[in-house]
């Protein structure tokens, strides 16, 4: 058994649709995929038909954005019963922030002289969640960027051009949301947030009342060293390990298609809850 619990379809910033996601998990000899877009369910039901005929498991997922002191953080929320009204009322408000924070974008850049309107709805056409990726993608074809990267360094972050503040939703609705839908909410990528491990505590003591009691243990962008203290804080705290790539596209050779390590024997895997 295979399992990547994090990646992304072209419903919000990934490059391929479900079907051609399910036929690169097969490809990758992946048994378990959970489809994590973020902030939206609709890519769900196209990749689970895919998973029918690839014989795959699809697990249904979505990362939600969170803010907590003012910090954002994103919440995997897996196995969820994309039909319940409840996430779905909190999925269509976090929906609702981007589009308006795009907006904002818009006329952000605007005053600075950038018009990335067209190409940014060109991109995500009537079917996805316009995020930061794509103003990137724009910024890089109008050439204002030589790349994404180059773009997410000069602007879109705070103190550059595009930068919008956000308070998305908090972690008790966020853990409302993904429970009452039947699901595990999980930290994602802890190790992207720079806290301390004291922060990190903090934040873990202030998740588990709220539902969320998951933590990504293995990603793309931990090495063993940050997976091993991952793992002792989920031993420690009693949360459910997650593995998860955070795959957007396979130009990106970084972040492959199930490429997180094997979570170690003494953790217990978030599937254990499925
Ligand atoms: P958003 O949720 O729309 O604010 O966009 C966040 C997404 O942007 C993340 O999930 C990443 O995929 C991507 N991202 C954030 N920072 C960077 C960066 N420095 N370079 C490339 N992509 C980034
Ligand atoms: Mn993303
Ligand atoms: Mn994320
Ligand atoms: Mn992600």
């Given at each position: 058994?295979?399992?990547?619990?994090?990646?992304?379809?072209?419903?919000?910033?990934g490059t391929l649709s479900p079907t051609q996601l399910l036929e690169h998990a097969k490809e990758r000899e992946i048994t378990h995929l959970a489809l994590t877009d973020h902030d939206t369910l609709d890519g769900l039901a196209e990749a689970q038909k895919a998973a029918n005929e690839l014989d795959i498991h699809l697990i249904n997922g979505i990362e939600l954005s969170c803010t907590w002191e003012k910090q954002l953080l994103h919440v995997v929320g897996l196995n969820v019963d994309p039909n319940n009204a409840g996430l779905q009322k909190g999925v269509k408000l976090?929906?609702?922030?981007?589009?308006?924070?795009?907006?904002?974008?818009?006329?952000?850049?605007?005053?600075?002289g950038i018009f990335l309107r067209e190409s940014v709805t060109q991109q995500i056409e009537d079917r996805g969640v316009?995020?930061?990726?794509?103003?990137a993608q724009a910024l890089v074809e109008a050439g204002y960027a030589k790349d994404k990267k180059q773009a997410f360094k000069r602007y879109l972050v705070r103190g550059k051009p595009g930068f919008i503040p956000m308070v998305w939703a908090g972690l008790d609705d966020i853990g409302e949301w993904v429970t009452g839908a039947g699901g595990i909410a999980v930290l994602a990528h802890p190790n992207r947030y720079k806290f301390t491990r004291t922060k990190l505590s903090r934040l873990i003591n202030e998740m588990i009342p709220h539902g969320i009691t998951g933590l990504e243990v293995s990603t793309s962008t931990t090495d063993k060293q940050q997976s091993k203290m991952l793992g002792d804080l989920a031993i420690e705290f009693g949360l459910n390990a997650s593995i998860g790539s955070d795959f957007h596209s396979p130009d990106q050779p970084w972040a492959r298609l199930g490429c997180a390590h094997e979570l170690s024997k003494e953790l217990t895997p978030v599937w254990a809850q499925f």
């Open positions: 058994m295979k399992y990547d619990l994090h990646c992304h379809s072209y419903y919000s910033d976090n929906k609702q922030r981007r589009i308006d924070r795009a907006e904002a974008m818009f006329e952000d850049f605007e005053k600075h316009p995020t930061r990726p794509h103003f």
